[in-house]
Structure formats: structure tokens, C-alpha cells
Nanobody, 125 residues
């Protein structure tokens, strides 16, 4: 059963902004963005717990440049990427975990069982 559909990726120039979108068929309090660059292992970029209050954790390489937001009315998760670098080029995936408490919503503890199809992001110099 497909739960997530991602979109918004396109070739961009270094330094430019880009926003990715992920539409979920059902809600989840624990969501994450992963990325997988060619020749490298998949890594997490950001994890959000959308309960009250919201909690977002970013990996060091994207801190102060990427921002995760959520539109509950549209049931959509966004990844706003600013000041993009060539090393940000990767396939980006939206993922969700179900039944995860706030303290377990992180890249180490949460099991992300629902994945989007992936969106290619290419950043040129």
C-alpha cells in the first residue's frame, strides 16, 4: 500500500533554493527525510516529530540550510533547502514511522517502514 508520494526535485545551481514535497495518504507523527548519493551510503537529513510541540533534528551537514515543515491540512511534508551545494546532490526520500513516541523519533531508534519513491536532486557548480 503506497503511503507517500514525493515531488519537487529538479536540477538547480549551487547556492539556489529548492523545496521538496511529500504527500502522505495517512498521518504520522514521526517523519524523516533521507538522501542517498551515488557511491555513498544512505544517510538521514532531518527527522521531525509533529506532535505538540514540534521537534526537528537535522544532521550536521544540513543544519542552518534545510528546514522541515508540515502542512496538516494538505497532509504534506516539506523540505526547504537553501544555499545548496554540489555535495547535496542525491536521491531524496521521504519516510514515515508509525506508533513512535517523541523520545524514539530519531534516526537511531525509529523504524521507518513507509517510504516515498524518491526524488533526484542535482546541484551544479
Amino acid at each position: 500500500q503506497l503511503q507517500l508520494v514525493g515531488s519537487g526535485g529538479c536540477p538547480v545551481q549551487a547556492g539556489g533554493p529548492l523545496r521538496l514535497s511529500c504527500v502522505a495518504a495517512s498521518s504520522s507523527n514521526c517523519m524523516a527525510w533521507f538522501r542517498h548519493a551515488s557511491g555513498k551510503e544512505r544517510e538521514w537529513a532531518a527527522v521531525m516529530y509533529s506532535g505538540i510541540p514540534k521537534q526537528v533534528t537535522y544532521t550536521d551537514s544540513v543544519k542552518d540550510r534545510f528546514t522541515v515543515t508540515r502542512d496538516n491540512l494538505k497532509n504534506t511534508l516539506y523540505l526547504q533547502m537553501n544555499r545548496l551545494k554540489p555535495e547535496d546532490s542525491a536521491m531524496y526520500y521521504c519516510a514515515a514511522a508509525r506508533g513512535v513516541w517523541r523520545s524514539d523519533c530519531n534516526s537511531d531508534s525509529a523504524r521507518f517502514d513507509y517510504w516515498g519513491q524518491g526524488t533526484q536532486v542535482t546541484v551544479s557548480s
